[in-house]
Structures are given as C-alpha cells and as structure tokens.
C-alpha cells in the first residue's frame, strides 16, 4: 500500500536551535496517527512543516508521492488536505449553517444536513456560530475543515479546552470520518483521547522521533514515562 504522507529525514532549524531533527514519518491510508510528546518536543513544529507553514531545513515531504515541501498551505489543500487549528476557525459572525454552507463548495445541502447531525449541530444550525460552546466551536471547526471529503485531515490539539465527555463524543466523530474514509494526523497529549481513537502513535522528544506503534506498544516502552510522565 502506498503512504500517503511521508515524511524523510525533515531537519528544521531556528538559528542555533534544531527543533525537529531528522525526523522520518510515515503514514498509510486509512489511520489515525496522533503526533504525542512533551512540551518542547517539537510537535508544533512538525505540525506547521507538514501543512507548509515552515519550509524544512533538509529532507522532503511527500503527500502521495508527491514533493509538497515547497507549496503554501492552500496548495495543499487543493491537492486534498484539511487542516484544523488549535483556535477554532470559523466564521462567528455567521450561522452554523451559513458557515457550512459557505464551505460547501458543491452546496451539497444533503451533505450539510449529514454534518449537522454528525456533529450534534442540528439545533444550533441557525444560531451565529460566535455564540457556540467552545467544544461546539471546536466541532463546527472540525466538520469545516472534512465538508470537502479530503483524504488527509491534520488536528492540532482538537481537544483543547474540552471536557470529558465532550473529548470522547470528539473521539467518535474522528473514528466515524475515518470510516468514511479520511486519513487523519492528531497532534495531542490527552491520553485517554489518544488511547481512545488512535491507530498508530509517533512520540517525540527533543526534536527526534523517539518511538512509533500502536497505542499499547508505545505506553509499553520502558523509556517512555521517564520522558513523558502524562503517559503515566
């Protein structure tokens, strides 16, 4: 099966300061890959090098293939990412249903009644999307940035701020769009989120990629609570 995120030995440097360090990445159709690791250990970083924020100092980034390493986040998109940022983007002013509506592009209004559902939205739908709960907001951000069925989605921190029922009603909401056939990559480090809707998890620590696998193996690994107590 060909990956269709790749990442190959990607260095980037700020100054004298290495903050990811030949880091090598893969990822297969199909996962929920959670990006985990201590404050410092270079998950931001990575996050904003793959969606193109950053251009790496060496190595490359494959999305299906493809060099992505020197495209804006736009073009990214357009080859078929979604992106969601810790802070919610959306529209407040608007609606929740105009700020679906808006990014439908196909105004696909059975595709919006879908969502609505699907992320417990209906009786909000005419509500300005300002007045939203912050969990709600984070929904709304999520079902924006998948209106437009990408194959790969990233999440930064899509639990932040969330309580816990909230960040498990989250959890299934992913694991439903991954069955419809989206790839997501999370960067988190709420464990029971992790545990709960993780494939495969990738560790890093101090820039490195320390340890990748399923969720068992990674909180199994003897050197993993000396470096990232929160796995405890």
């Not at 699907?118 to 969990?135: I, P």
């Not at 924006?144 to 790969?152: A, E, H, N």
């Not at 960040?167 to 992790?194: C, S």
């Not at 494939?199 to 399923?214: A, C, N, P, Q, T």
């Amino acid at each position: 099966m060909a990956s269709i995120l790749e990442t190959k030995s990607i260095t980037k440097k700020f100054g004298g300061f290495t903050a990811i360090d030949n880091v090598s990445l893969t990822v297969d159709p199909g996962e929920i890959r959670f990006i985990i690791g201590p404050n410092g250990a270079g998950k931001s970083t990575f996050f904003k090098l793959v969606i193109g924020f950053h251009s790496p100092n060496a190595g490359t980034i494959l999305y299906k293939g493809k060099n992505i390493e020197k495209l804006k986040l736009h073009e990214r998109i357009n080859l078929g990412m979604g992106v969601k940022f810790q802070a919610p983007s959306i529209f407040s002013e608007l609606t929740v249903l105009q700020n679906l509506s808006l990014a439908n592009n196909r105004n696909d209004s059975l595709k919006t009644n879908d969502l609505l559902n699907d992320f417990s939205l209906e009786k909000e739908k005419n509500n300005l999307a300002g007045d939203l709960s912050h969990g709600k907001k984070q929904w709304l951000d999520i079902a924006l940035s998948t209106i437009s069925k990408p194959d790969l989605v990233f999440l930064d921190e899509p639990t932040a701020g969330l309580s816990v029922d909230e960040t498990r009603l989250t959890g299934e909401i992913i694991k439903n769009l991954n069955k419809q056939g989206i790839t997501f990559v999370v960067v988190g480090h709420d464990m029971d989120f992790v545990k709960q809707t993780a494939s495969k998890v990738s560790l890093l620590h101090l820039g490195k990629m320390f340890i990748e696998g399923s969720v068992d193996q990674v909180l199994s690994d003897k050197g993993v609570n000396d470096i990232y107590l929160g796995l405890s």
